[in-house]
């Protein structure tokens, strides 16, 4: 695609890089095929290749409007596109950068601004969001539809960490909201890997990934959570820690980002470029501990007798680029999968999309419960705390982290 950058982007970094991305793009047309907001609205505005002919104007010096801010704020950024592109687009970081501009153009009117304010400020931060999550859940009843739906009426409690203290030890990412919605996840990995001779620490100054401010065009709050973490696990990476062990598929992707986040960072550039490397799901671990796994599994085989379904997140699949992986992995240690039509698309969650796009994020997340549920599993399982919380507001099955699935059976 030929480009022409205005001056006020022209020469700097995220002129280059969108520059670049910008001429790979062919219009083939490919991504729309896996867009689910094209699939929902026909619009080609509210597809991949249209939102690309967007960005492409305003950073050729065309006004941005509301109407564009509308069409790029649709965007689930599922990445699916990135999946069928034959030119290796990478449109999601166009997208960052478009949506940065038009937003510095066009500004957010109050309500908008607010409510995007109040999310940076609740979500990343545990010692509000969990407080807050608590009141909610004691007046759930008393809530408009439209919020009780949003607030689970309870959790899971975590089962007790374990306090072994192994040879091999690894870091874990404990989040911002999973800790409070989900706080069994976390403690289920620690528990599995415990009896896999690993010991999974946490570290109390780390928090938010930065996924959140990162999406919501408050980029310099996203570097700060990301240097607090790289701050707060960077002892324990010099005292051996193997690996960042992730359990959001959501966050593991923000963090194998920090390289390229955090590039042009003199005093963390190296620091996040190791982090980055270091970062994995714990699917990986898993995987490579698979053999072992077996052997503990084998004693409890008859448990593994009720069909599940599993949820890929399109952070797991197009994020981190594990398609098919979790359910192989989950099948090959004896799990009854049930098939899952459509498992490419997207359930609608999207960080928070859920709230900014209620309409359109609901009628994804009713398809994909359709064909989660179709196959008449027991439970639904799946790999993100996002989608975790915004699937089980919408169906009566439990909806579960996959290593919670795996620590009921190997924990005894």
């Known amino acids: 695609m030929e480009t022409r950058l205005a001056a006020f982007i022209k020469d700097t970094p ?5 520059e670049s991305i910008l001429r790979k793009c062919v219009h083939c047309g490919f991504c729309a095929a896996t867009c689910p907001t094209y699939q929902l609205l026909g619009d080609e505005l509210d597809g991949p290749r249209g939102r690309i002919y967007l960005i492409k104007q305003v950073l050729e010096g065309t006004a941005a409007t509301a109407k564009t801010q509308l069409h790029l704020d649709r965007c689930l950024t599922c990445r ?9 687009v990478h449109y999601s970081r166009l997208l960052d950068i478009g949506r940065g501009v038009v937003e510095q153009q066009v500004g957010r009117g109050g309500f908008a601004s607010l409510q995007r304010a109040a999310l940076r400020k609740i979500v990343p931060n545990a010692s509000i ?3 807050l999550l608590k009141i909610g859940q004691l007046v759930r009843p008393l809530l408009p539809a439209a919020l009780k739906q949003k607030v689970p009426a309870s959790t899971t409690p975590a089962k007790p960490w374990p306090q072994n203290n192994h040879a091999r030890k690894m870091l874990v990412l404990e989040g911002c909201a999973q800790p409070a919605l989900s706080p069994a996840t976390n403690a289920a990995a620690a528990r599995v890997l415990d009896r896999l001779g690993i010991t999974l620490l946490r570290a109390p100054q780390a928090g938010c990934c930065g996924a959140v401010s990162f999406h919501l065009n408050a ?3 996203a570097l700060t959570a990301m240097r607090r973490n790289i701050d707060a696990w960077w002892p324990h990476l010099e005292a051996g820690a193997e690996k960042i062990v992730i359990t959001a598929s959501g966050c593991g992707v923000m963090v194998q980002d920090y390289s390229h986040a955090l590039a042009r960072d003199t005093t963390y550039a190296a620091k996040a470029r190791r982090v980055s490397e270091l970062a994995c799901d714990i699917s990986d671990v898993i995987a490579t501990e698979k053999a072992a796994l077996k052997s503990l599994l084998a004693p409890r085989a008859s448990r593994l007798t009720k069909k599940i379904a599993f949820h890929a997140p399109c952070t797991l699949q197009n994020g981190l680029k ?13 799990f009854d999968l049930t098939p899952v039509a459509d498992a490419h698309l997207c359930c609608g969650s999207a960080g928070t999309y859920s709230i900014l796009q209620p309409e359109l994020s609901n009628r994804l997340r009713a398809n994909k419960i359709e064909a989660l549920e179709s196959g008449a599993p027991h439970a639904i399982l799946t790999a993100n705390i996002g989608c975790q919380t915004h699937l089980q507001s919408a169906t009566r099955l439990p909806v579960r982290h996959w290593i919670e699935a795996l620590d ?3 924990v005894s």
């Open 129 to 131: 969001f969990e407080p």
């Open 219 to 221: 980029q310099d709050e």
């Open 80 to 88: 699916a596109c990135e999946t069928t592109c034959p030119s290796g």
């Open 14 to 18: 995220e002129g280059a890089e969108a």
């Open 408 to 410: 009921d059976l190997i």
């Open 322 to 334: 594990k398609t098919g992986t979790v359910e192989a992995l989950l099948t090959q240690l004896g």
